[in-house]
Structure formats: C-alpha cells, structure tokens
C-alpha cells in the first residue's frame, strides 16, 4: 500500500492598495503645517482604510539606511491631512514627508513630497494692526505673525520682516507712502 502526501499552497493574490494622491502642504501658514491628499473612495468598497504619514529631514534622508530617522506624526488616521505643526520643524530646513494607505492587511507604497517651510508655507499677516491719530501725527502699533508656539516670526526671518504702509488723505489717491522696519519709520526715497 502506497501512501501518499498532497501539498496544497494556497495564494492569495491581491492587488496594490492604491497609493494616496495630490499630496500638497496646501494649509501651511507661517508654522502651521497641514499635509493633505486625496484617495479614491471607489476603490476603499469593504475596506478598512487608514493613512500613515511622517517626515525626516533631507540631510538625514541621503545617509545610508536612512529608514530609522523617519518620525512619525499620524498613524492610521481616517482623515485625508496630516497636522505637522507640533513636529516642531524648522522653519529654515528642508524636510520630505510621506504618506501611505494602510489596511489590516497591507500598506501601500509611500508617496513624498520635499517641503521647505519658508518656501511653502504662506508669511501670514501681522497678528495685530492698531491706528491710533496723536495731535499731528499717526501712531501705529504692528505686532508680528506668529508662529504655533506664539513666538514672533521676526525671529525665524533673521529679523528680515518689514511692513508697507501707505497713507493718504481721505479721496485722494496715495500720495505719502512709508516703509515701516523694525519700529523705525523711513521717509520715501530715503534708505
């Protein structure tokens, strides 16, 4: 009597999990960095998903076996954005950010974007204006941007902020305008 011995291999074929799409810094003001992307909702039919993202910085990212410097800031989030603000990046740096589709059963590939914060991320406006008329003269009082941790910006741009302000009489088109630097006023033409 022969006995014999059957191997059954079962192969579970799956497709690629699509990769998140149009990935932007698109709500990025002053320090507050927001990542977002879009992903197919057709393609998520009976599916679990969730998105991972991270970040590291460009200089780490050229040293080999680079994968241990990644810093995670979401894990299998729902939403389609990522909030970076509290990584604390700095706002002179380069950094790449990354993000992939999760589900129980895999991952998809990382999709990357190079962010430089004071290139993409939007200068917002000072944070206050006030006008104030004494006798014959205008007091203005500018406060910064700030930044999440309310620190001036002024501090992140090397002290390189300045304002425009122009005046005028009222129905008259702009006839003085001043460059405001620093609390110092500078009449026109003069450096």
């Known amino acids: 009597l ?30 507050r960095y927001v990542l977002r992307w879009d992903w197919p909702h057709e393609t998520a039919v009976h599916q679990n998903v969730t998105f991972t993202a991270q970040y590291i910085a460009e200089r780490l990212y050229r040293k080999p076996r680079h994968e241990k410097y990644w810093t995670t800031v979401c894990v299998d989030v729902l939403e389609h954005r990522c909030d970076f603000t509290g990584a604390e990046l700095q706002y002179l740096a380069l950094y790449l950010l990354r993000v992939c589709t999760n589900t129980p059963q895999q991952s998809s590939k990382w999709i990357q974007i190079r962010f430089c914060p004071d290139k993409h991320a939007a200068l917002g406006p ?57 609390g110092h006023v500078s009449s026109p033409g003069a450096v």
């Open 126 to 182: 000072p944070s206050s204006v006030r006008l104030r008329s004494v006798k014959e003269h205008l007091e203005i009082n500018i406060i910064d941007p700030l930044t999440s941790t309310n620190q001036s910006m002024k501090t992140l741009l090397d002290n390189n902020l300045s304002y425009l302000i122009q005046y005028w009489r009222r129905s008259e088109e702009p006839q003085v305008s001043c460059t405001l630097v620093w």
């Open 2 to 31: 022969e006995t014999g011995f059957c191997l059954t291999i079962l192969i579970h074929v799956c497709a690629d999990l699509r990769c998140p799409e149009n990935v932007s810094t698109v709500d990025s003001l002053n320090t």
